[in-house]
């Protein structure tokens, strides 16, 4: 079955402590992988789309990077304006279709 | 321009109400989706717009109904909703549906309350 797992489910951190967010990601055909922020009650925004192992992206404080089985999200020195939801979502083909596939987020609370 | 929105911000309705959900986008984008989020949960697809023509409806009950007037807007349709549809509802776009353009941008949301 297509599975998309995001952990840890929440996080906290003090301000300035690094740390990493995992996706793993169990899907025929992975076409792409997706990271999104996402603060309480408004919609997500778009962070990455990386598509082959091996690749990594930045910007800013973060930093994404995907393996073939996973992604992770590094948040270094990470200040409390850092504090959301943090999604990853998975491309696949599927049905006939290209579709995205969301994990179930980890939501980061980062304290001054 | 990266912005979607979407009207309106709030919308509490009756079980026997008609209502309904706007979306906009003016990037050129030929994608639109709508997803349904509930509390503490992921976004779920709901319908998929491609050039304006439905391509994806993820076994959606008929009481939403999508409608995609224009390329730049987005419409979804409320009609005898139930107390469980309350959520979150999220309007985005992309460039089209094929693998390097699939970068989605959302609006705002709509929160739905069924009363």
């Known amino acids: 079955e297509d599975q998309v797992t995001q952990s840890p489910e929440a996080l906290r951190l003090q301000e300035g402590e690094s740390s990493s967010l995992n996706c793993s990601y169990t899907v025929s055909g992975l076409r792409g992988l997706f990271w999104y922020r996402q603060d309480p009650g408004k919609g997500p925004e778009f962070l990455f789309t990386l598509y082959s192992a091996g690749e990594e992206k930045e910007k800013e404080r973060l930093k994404a990077t995907l393996t073939k089985k996973e992604s992770f999200l590094h948040i270094t020195a990470p200040k409390p304006e850092d504090s959301a939801t943090y999604l990853c979502?998975?491309?696949?083909?599927?049905?006939?279709?290209?579709?995205?596939?969301f994990g179930a987020g980890t939501r980061l609370a980062v304290h001054p | 321009d990266t912005e979607v929105t979407q009207t309106p911000k709030h919308l509490v309705m009756g079980m026997t109400n008609k209502k309904s959900l706007k979306c906009e986008q003016h990037?050129?984008?030929?994608?639109m989706y709508w997803y349904k989020q509930k509390a503490k949960k992921p976004p779920e697809l709901m319908f998929v717009?491609?050039?304006?023509?439905?391509?994806i409806n993820e076994s959606v009950p008929s009481r939403f109904s999508p409608e995609c007037p224009n390329s730049s807007l987005l419409n979804l349709h409320l009609h005898a909703l139930q107390p469980e549809d309350s959520a979150l509802y999220l309007c985005?776009?992309?460039?089209?549906?094929?693998?390097?353009?699939?970068?989605?941008?959302f609006g705002p949301g709509t929160r739905l309350t069924v009363t």
């Open positions: 990037m050129g984008h030929r994608a």
């Open positions: 985005a776009s992309s460039q089209a549906v094929v693998v390097d353009s699939y970068e989605q941008y």
């Open positions: 717009y491609s050039y304006e023509k439905l391509s």
């Open positions: 979502a998975v491309l696949m083909f599927s049905g006939g279709y290209n579709k995205l596939i």
